[in-house]
């Protein structure tokens, strides 16, 4: 019996080994406690209208998740997937897509945005003085969903009238993709990721800064947490025939989570 579990060991040993040197899988979940700044302007030259929607910088909490597969084949890029959500509660005035806001009204929006990004990328530096540099190109999938609905006062009652303002569509970002890793003692790490895309006096720049801690009490599952801190800046000005978009939205926050790492 002694005999059989220690051949068992040496087997499971073995295995964990040849895979660790072939493939490395992580993900992780958490939520990000994000302050939006800034704001969405509109203009139709043909129509002389403008509107403005201004973030009220509301905190919002929302979750985000990441999935990587790493592998040690030559040529083939890595993969890294990632989705998270910003939002925004704002304040609408002028006129939003031919509505006019009366003027002193109460015109409250929300803006959401969900970001699914695909992210091939190759390892240049792999725990070198225990340095991880990674570069490639992250693919955002965006979808976003702009609302606002006038306030009505009726006999002293506040109430949200029918919705007047409904703007939604998807775009795809590519960006640049650069991670930067150290790995410190009592296995932690200390982590900086940067997408930054540039393109006719517009940019899209995400820039996470983390510490991460990971316990290695198991042979092949390794479970722990990360603390960081997280930006998304939208810099965007978009003419489209007498309409001008104009969209300058900062998000920027403390975020934690749990990961896995086998």
Do not use: C
Not at 43 to 64: F, H, M, V
Not at 79 to 105: H, V
Request: net charge negative; aromatic share 14%; no cysteine.
């Amino acid at each position: 019996m002694k005999k059989f579990i220690l051949i068992v060991i040496t087997i499971l040993t073995l295995s964990s080994t040849t895979y660790a040197d072939l493939l490395n899988i992580g993900a992780g979940i958490g939520s990000w406690s994000q302050t939006p700044e800034g704001f969405m302007e509109y203009k139709d030259t043909a129509n002389d209208s403008s509107g403005r929607d201004t973030s009220q910088e509301n905190t919002i909490t929302n979750i985000y998740t990441w999935f990587y597969i790493k592998h040690y084949f030559p040529y083939v890029p890595n993969i890294r997937m990632e989705y998270s959500s910003i939002e925004s509660d704002g304040q609408g005035s002028g006129t939003l897509t031919g509505f006019e806001i009366p003027i002193g009204s109460n015109f409250p929006t929300t803006l959401e945005m969900n970001q699914f990004e695909i992210i091939p990328y190759y390892n240049l530096l792999d725990d070198s003085f225990f340095i991880n540099v990674d570069i490639g190109l992250a693919i955002k999938f965006i979808d976003y969903q702009a609302t606002g609905r006038l306030e009505i006062n009726t006999g002293g009652m506040l109430s949200l009238g029918n919705e007047v303002y409904n703007e939604k569509g998807d775009f795809i970002a590519p960006l640049p993709y650069l991670r930067v890793r150290t790995q410190l003692p009592f296995n932690i790490g200390a982590e900086t990721t940067l997408k930054y895309g540039a393109l006719d006096g517009s940019s899209f720049t995400d820039l996470i800064m983390k510490i991460d801690y990971t316990l290695d009490f198991f042979p092949i599952i390794k479970p722990g947490f990360e603390l960081g801190y997280k930006l998304v800046d939208l810099d965007a000005e978009v003419e489209d025939g007498d309409t001008t978009s104009i969209i300058k939205l900062t998000f920027s926050g403390i975020f934690i989570g749990l990961l896995i790492d086998f």
